[in-house]
C-alpha cells in the first residue's frame, strides 16, 4: 500500500487528549453516554475548503472579509479569518475528497455572504454588490468520536481549531464518506 500525498492542513487547536476529554467528561459527555453509548474510539478527519477575499461594496463603502466554504457539499458554516492562515502539510488518509467546482463555491459562497449581510441589517443596505477571488484551498481539521456498545457506532464531531461541537450536516457528510470506503479502517 502507498502512503498517502501530503494535504495541506491548518493546526488543531485540539489536541487528541483535549478531545478525548471533551468526548468523555462533564454533563454533555454523561447525557451522550446514557444516550448513544460509551466511547469507542476518537479519530482526526480532515475536511476540505477554499478560501476567498470577499470584496463588499454597501452605501459607497467597501469592506474585505476572508471567508473559507467547504468543499464537499458546501454547506457548513463559513470560517471568517482576520488574516490568511498558514496551511501546514500533513500525511493522513483521514479526509473528505473535494467535490464542488470552483465556480460553484464561489457562487456558493457569495450566496452565504449575502444573506450574513443581509441579516445584520436589511435596511441598511444600498446597492450592495459582492465579488469574491479565491485565495487557496486547504484543510480543517475536526475530531470524530464512534460511540456505543453494539455492532453499529454513532458519531459525534469536534471543530478542531475552533472547538466546538459540530452537528446533523457534518456528520451526514461523514457518515456518507465512511460508507463509500471500501472497508477501510479509520487511524
Known amino acids: ?3 498517502p500525498n501530503p494535504i495541506p492542513s491548518l ?7 483535549d478531545a ?14 446514557i444516550i448513544q ?10 475536511v476540505p475548503y477554499r478560501l476567498f477575499t470577499v ?10 472579509h476572508l471567508y473559507a466554504l467547504d468543499q464537499v457539499e458546501g454547506t457548513l458554516d463559513l470560517f471568517q479569518f ?7 502539510p500533513i500525511t493522513t488518509r483521514n479526509f473528505l475528497p473535494p467535490q464542488l ?4 463555491s464561489r457562487d456558493l459562497l457569495i450566496h452565504k455572504v449575502r444573506r450574513l449581510v443581509f441579516s445584520r441589517g436589511f435596511m441598511r443596505l444600498s446597492n450592495l454588490q459582492l465579488d469574491a477571488t479565491h485565495l487557496a484551498d ?29 452537528g446533523a450536516k457534518l456528520r451526514h457528510m461523514v457518515e456518507a464518506w465512511l460508507r463509500s470506503q471500501p472497508e477501510t479502517p479509520v487511524s
Open 1 to 3: 500500500m502507498t502512503a
Open 11 to 17: 493546526r488543531a487547536n485540539v489536541s487528541r487528549d
Open 20 to 33: 478525548l476529554q471533551h468526548f468523555t467528561t462533564g454533563a454533555s459527555a454523561l447525557a451522550a453516554r
Open 37 to 46: 453509548g460509551p466511547a469507542r474510539s476518537i479519530a482526526p478527519l480532515y
Open 55 to 64: 470584496t463588499i461594496l454597501n452605501r459607497g463603502r467597501q469592506q474585505i
Open 82 to 88: 482576520p488574516t490568511p492562515p498558514t496551511p501546514e
Open 101 to 104: 467546482p470552483p465556480d460553484r
Open 138 to 166: 486547504f484543510y480543517i481539521p475536526y475530531w470524530l468520536c464512534f460511540r456505543g456498545s453494539g455492532p453499529t457506532a454513532k458519531l459525534q464531531i469536534l471543530d478542531a481549531v475552533r472547538r466546538r461541537p459540530e
